[in-house]
């Protein structure tokens, strides 16, 4: 049974302050009882209820339990339901049902492989209206019915805007969404440059060999990520020379090593441990006490420069904590160059190279594409219908596109395959808007793991995308990938690193300083310099160690950093290092263009040189 203390010191360790203590904490023990929870678990719930309403300030007061409570009822409900498999929620779906007329006894339906193609491909892939009538997986809705989405009132509204320039959405202009054929005309006559555009080549290949990892893989992997760290801190001169930290030593010593934890549970202040290099030291794990320090932040996988004492060969007591590798380290000499494939029909000159940044407009969403009652994309069709009447030079669109966690693809009750589905509801598609909008829209697609008619491996290989004459119009990127945008640098990775860092991490914030998380979150990548530097995965990831360290590895910082999440959508301005020198990058998390049956959002923006030029708009589809 929880207690007072118990609730109280879990809050503390996550950093969180409690007004009115005795208040709070009487309710949360009383949730503890009601909802068959532990103190650890009431406190990830609430960090979860805390990320996802994007609060800075680390306080809890009475006031909040309220919606925190609904929060509780919402995720057992949910629990519930996934449990219940043979449980029916009746709605006004199964209404309309009965009112379109189709009789009970076609409620199971023995799916049939149809004679005629043409029976399930709809002759225009853009009329959402017929496509019931013609294609197999239209969720048995009749051509008058119109879906949860459709019903939206507030079509593209700015939800946030970060830069100077004005946000130009339509904020529900209704009248530009029936733009007339001559106004689209005028619209790509007056479309921007075409932007250049490198894809760098690190990531696996399609049709790439995986899941044949051996243990000596990982250990490698992970070996060789200490060792460049170790190097870069000793490269740049500014710390003392390194030495075995499970070694007795009565004076103050800098070692280097990986963060563990020493169990399978959370980690916390007991659990820590320290694991050195084995070709540099003994490779040893030593218990690591961070007491002293006054404020750090740390999850399993992080490789840290710690200052401290170990008198007795048994404790290391940290000092000083270092979690960013210098910025003017070396590159691993053990790695290869990344290989880069210039998509520009003509071949840049020498000089081009060493050019300063341009202007370079994007367009971002993140799948699912489309809305949990159908798969009729029509969160796809709006966005491109918004990128004709407004073209930006590039159009990422991040996966899952053919969304294996979607209930229909779940339940196998679509009648074409899922490659069939992808192929006419995103690439033709994709492929009608580039040739509709001429040479100076460019389209990058980035896989998931998520995606059902792809590889289900991390790191992922790209699509193999080969359309006639627009191959340098339409791309696929690995997972996580990098390219270059007119000389701005662009990393990805449709993984959601930031949810399972949040689930991992352990922090000590000062008292009274305001914490922005989600920025620290994606901040441990570009110090940790991989787009994955968790260690050990979650079991759900299809982690492969003899793909991933080219792959995961971030070589520079990027100018743009694009890290789709199921957490609450973001444009942030990030600073790694200190003063002048400290590289700044854009992170963006442009959220979900589909949640459940409702409509998401996509990211806007325009990149000039630098944060400072920057605009970008969060817009509610």
């Known amino acids: 049974m929880a207690t007072d203390q118990e609730m109280k010191s879990e809050f503390k360790r996550s950093g969180f302050k409690l007004v009115e203590e005795d208040e709070i904490l009487k309710r949360c023990v009383t949730l503890c009882i009601n909802y068959s929870l532990t103190p650890s678990e009431l406190v990830s719930s609430w960090e979860l209820y805390h990320l996802n309403r994007q609060c800075i300030d680390q306080t809890v007061t009475k006031d909040e339990i309220d919606g925190f409570i609904v929060h509780l009822h919402n995720q057992q409900k949910e629990a519930i339901l996934k449990e219940a498999s043979g449980l029916h929620i009746y709605s006004h779906r199964d209404v309309d049902m009965l009112l379109d007329g189709i009789p009970e006894d076609t409620e199971e339906v023995i799916v049939t492989t149809p004679t005629n193609k043409s029976q399930r491909l709809h002759p225009d892939p853009f009329d959402s209206v017929n496509r019931s009538k013609d294609y197999g997986y239209s969720s048995a809705k009749s051509a008058g019915h119109v879906t949860p989405f459709g019903r939206r009132v507030d079509k593209f509204v700015v939800k946030f805007s ?29 479309t921007s440059h075409r932007c250049s555009l490198k894809v760098n080549g690190s990531g696996p290949e399609p049709g790439c060999r995986f899941m044949y990892d051996r243990t000596e893989d990982r250990f490698n992997a992970l070996e060789n990520r ?31 090593g990986m963060i563990c934890c020493d169990g399978e549970g959370h980690l916390n202040d007991k659990s820590i441990l320290l694991q050195s290099s084995a070709m540099r030291t003994s490779g040893q794990r030593v218990p690591l006490d961070l007491n002293r320090l006054n404020q750090f932040s740390i999850f399993p996988g992080q490789i840290v420069g710690i200052e401290g004492q170990n008198p007795s060969g048994h404790y290391l007591t940290a000092s000083k904590l270092l979690d960013s590798v210098p910025l003017t380290a ?20 020498v000089a081009d190279e060493s050019r300063e940044k341009s202007e370079v407009s994007f367009v971002i969403a993140s799948g699912p594409f489309t809305t949990s009652d159908n798969l009729m994309f029509e969160p796809l069709n709006e966005l491109l219908a918004y990128v004709k009447r407004k073209p930006p030079q590039l159009l990422v669109l991040l996966g899952p596109f053919v969304d294996s966690e979607h209930p229909e693809i779940k339940k196998g009750t679509v009648d074409a395959t899922f490659d069939e589905i992808f192929q006419i509801e995103v690439i033709r598609k994709l492929q009608d808007y580039v040739e509709f909008m001429g040479s100076e829209v460019r389209v990058v697609l980035v896989p998931s793991i998520r995606d059902a008619n792809h590889d289900f491996i991390f790191p992922q290989p790209p699509f193999n995308i080969r359309i006639p004459d627009l191959e340098h119009q339409m791309t696929s990127l690995s997972n996580p990938g990098t390219f270059e945008a007119n000389q701005v640098k662009v990393g990805c990775c449709t993984v959601d690193v930031l949810k399972h860092l949040s689930g991992e991490e352990t922090s000590k914030n000062p008292s ?58 973001f444009v942030k301005v990030l600073s790694i290092g200190e003063g002048e020198d400290a590289a700044k990058c854009v992170c963006v998390n442009p959220g979900r263009l589909a949640k459940g049956e409702g409509a998401g959002t996509f990211v806007e923006l325009t990149y000039n040189g630098g944060p400072e030029s920057m605009h970008a708009s969060i817009i509610s589809i």
């Open 162 to 190: 970060l830069g100077d320039a004005t946000a130009n959405a339509e904020n529900g202009n209704k009248n530009d969404v029936e733009s007339s054929e001559d106004d689209m005309i005028i619209k790509r006559v007056q």
């Open 226 to 256: 200490i060792r460049k760290h170790a190097d870069a801190f000793a490269a740049s001169g500014l710390y003392e020379e390194q030495v075995d930290p499970a070694v007795a030593s009565q004076r103050s010593i800098f070692a280097v």
């Open 330 to 349: 070396t590159p691993d000499v053990d790695l290869p160059p990344a290989k880069k494939q210039n998509l520009d029909q003509e071949v840049l000159a």
């Open 512 to 569: 009274g300083v305001p914490i922005d998380r989600m920025s620290r979150l994606a901040s441990h990548l570009l110090r940790q310099q991989s787009f994955y530097p968790l260690y050990p995965p979650p079991e759900s990831l299809p982690y492969d160690s003899s793909l991933a360290p080219k792959a995961l590895q971030i070589p520079s910082i990027p100018d743009i950093l694009l890290l789709p999440s199921d957490m609450r959508y």
